[in-house]
C-alpha cells in the first residue's frame, strides 16, 4: 500500500484516495482501512524517514557549538522539507497524530529543539519565552506564506530572517 501510494505521489498525484490505493494495491478497501483510518494518518506513515530525518538534524543543530546558527541551520532544513513535501509539512503542522511512531518522533524533535533553545537562551540569543512547539507553528506558518505566494527561494529565506529575528530577546 505504502508503495503504491509512493508511486502516485512520484506521478504527481497526491490526493491519496484510499479507495484508488486498495484498487491499484490489489488489496479490499477494509484493509487499506484498517491499517490508515484516514488520509492523514497515510500521510504520517510516508513522513516517517521524512521526520527521523528532520530529528537527526535537530540533535545536530543541537550539539552545534553556536546554538544560534544550529537554529537557523535547522529551520533551513525543516522549511526545505515541508516545501518539498506537502504531505510532511501537513503531518509536522498536525496538532493530534494517528500513529504512536509520529507522536514519539514529534516528542523527540521537540525535545532535541528544547535543548538547542535552551543552549540559545543561556547564550543570550533568543527570546526565554519560546518553546520547541512555538519554534515548529512558526516554522508551518513560513511554510504557510512561501506557499500562498509564488514560491520563491528568495521570499522563503527572507522569512526565515524574519523568523529569527523575532525569536531574538527585545532590544
Known amino acids: 500500500m505504502l508503495r503504491v501510494a509512493r508511486e502516485q505521489l512520484a506521478a ?19 484493509t487499506v482501512y484498517r491499517h490508515f483510518p484516514n488520509r492523514h494518518a497515510l ?14 538534524e535537530a540533535r545536530a543543530a543541537a550539539a552545534d557549538e553556536d546554538a544560534l546558527a544550529g537554529l537557523h541551520r535547522l ?22 497524530d ?14 532535541a529543539v528544547a535543548q538547542l533553545l535552551d543552549r540559545a537562551r543561556l ?27 509564488d514560491s ?3 521570499r522563503a529565506e527572507i522569512y526565515l530572517d524574519v523568523l529569527l529575528e523575532g525569536l531574538r530577546p527585545p532590544r
Do not use: M
Open 75 to 96: 529551520l533551513r532544513f525543516a522549511l526545505l522539507h515541508a516545501l518539498s513535501d506537502a504531505g510532511f509539512a501537513a503531518v509536522l503542522e498536525s496538532a493530534s
Open 43 to 56: 500521510w504520517e506513515a510516508l513522513s516517517t524517514e521524512r521526520f527521523q530525518d528532520l530529528v537527526d
Open 12 to 30: 504527481g498525484d497526491d490526493s491519496l484516495q484510499l479507495n484508488a490505493i486498495a484498487r491499484l494495491a490489489g488489496v479490499g478497501v477494509g
Open 98 to 111: 494517528t500513529d504512536a511512531q509520529t507522536a514519539a518522533l514529534k516528542a523527540e524533535l521537540d525535545g
Open 123 to 149: 547564550d543570550g540569543v533568543i527570546r526565554r519565552d519560546v518553546e520547541a512547539d512555538d519554534v515548529r507553528r512558526l516554522l508551518c506558518g513560513v511554510e504557510h506564506a512561501v506557499r500562498s505566494g
Open 152 to 154: 520563491d527561494p528568495a
